[in-house]
């Protein structure tokens, strides 16, 4: 998956994604409105954020910025997972590995996405034991 395909996803889904300036974070949702950090490093990385934003469309409800309350934290979870579970699916990842890609590097490039997204995307199915 690319950025520009689930920009597509997200446009279909009635969400309007805008590239800016933001002051903390990589990405921030707002009823239909999506803002990405507009300068981050790489295109896959930019498709991890808009993953998890649409995640929160899908999943979350109200403004979940405080961590503290439990309740957020979960919705955050939600969405996070929620995000693994459409860009690096189970069956994407054994695909890699069974196309020799086994280190993390290697298996986030083949899967066009973010190490750090894969490796938390690993951990949360069970396949690479980190803590977070």
């Known amino acids: 998956m690319t950025y520009e395909q689930l920009l597509d996803e997200a446009f279909v889904e009635g ?26 490093e790489t295109s896959n990385k930019k498709m991890c954020v808009l993953a998890e934003e649409i995640g929160h469309y899908m999943t979350s409800t109200g403004n979940i910025l405080d961590q503290s309350d439990l309740n957020n934290a979960k919705q955050e ?9 459409r860009v690096i699916p189970v ?34 199915h069970g396949i690479l034991d980190i803590s977070l």
Do not use: C, H
């Not at 300036?21 to 990405?36: N, V």
């Not at 979870?77 to 579970?85: E, I, L, P, Y």
């Open 15 to 40: 969400l309007i994604v805008k590239e800016k300036p933001l002051q903390s974070g990589d990405g921030r949702i707002k009823g239909t409105r999506i803002a990405i950090r507009k300068d981050i």
């Open 77 to 85: 979870r939600r969405a996070r997972v929620w995000a693994f579970n």
């Open 91 to 124: 069956e994407r990842i054994i695909e890699a590995a069974s196309k020799g890609y086994t280190q993390v590097y290697e298996m986030a490039e083949y899967l066009d996405v973010d190490e750090e997204f894969l490796r938390e995307g690993l951990a949360y």
